[in-house]
């Protein structure tokens, strides 16, 4: 089974039951918060602890067909213990305030009715790459609907940003035959295998 401090990181990859998550959030809130970045596709925002300015994580994308188009983003933030409408209006102020997308609330717990009405009220982003489409600007989401499989409403995957291929190295100077052989080791035996 291993280590307590073991067990903390193994969930990372996979949750089982909403109970396993309750205990992962009882044990080290943070360990639940990475789980669900990672099970929304979100880049987390590194931070000092206590300094949270109401953003765990954001996800970039580009709306229009043209990838040279603006980077836009959609906020996430995290919250294993109870949550109240007070936290769905800072995080319609962190979108006002990034002048991000979307926003998006995971909890522990089921959304009050309030809190509802207060996502609601943000209104609606319209995608241009869904051809006017309206989607959510502030969506609940509660960490038994990921378990279940429910994700982010957003425009296509396919102009997701958030985890962009490096550009490719440009090779400086010349290769010379003698950079090109390469080494095949054995237990018993070496040998050398000329590659150009």
């Known amino acids: 089974m291993g280590s307590p ?42 931070q000092k602890k206590g300094a949270d300015r109401g953003i765990d994580g954001r996800i970039y994308f580009h709306d229009e067909h043209d990838a040279k188009s603006a980077t836009k983003q959609i906020i996430i933030s995290v919250k294993a213990g109870n949550t109240t409408v007070s936290q769905v209006r800072d995080l319609v102020g962190v979108l006002d305030r990034e002048k991000a997308a979307i926003g998006v609330l995971i909890s522990m717990r089921e959304p009050t009715q309030p809190m509802r009405g207060e996502a609601a009220s943000a209104g609606f982003y319209e995608s241009k790459a869904l051809h006017g489409q309206n989607v959510p600007r502030v ?30 190295a440009k090779a400086k100077g010349v290769i010379r035959k003698r950079d090109c052989i390469m080494i095949h080791r054995t237990r018993d035996s070496e040998r050398r295998i000329d590659t150009t």
């Open 5 to 46: 401090q073991k067990r903390l990181h193994e969930p990372h990859g996979e949750l089982a039951s909403f109970a396993h998550a309750e205990g992962l959030a009882a044990q080290n809130p943070y360990q639940i918060q990475w789980w669900a970045l990672g099970q929304v596709g979100a880049r987390a925002v590194e």
């Open 139 to 168: 969506q609940l989401l509660t960490i038994a609907e990921l378990l279940a499989g429910k994700r982010v409403e957003m425009p296509p995957a396919h102009h997701d940003q958030t985890l962009r291929k490096a550009p490719k």
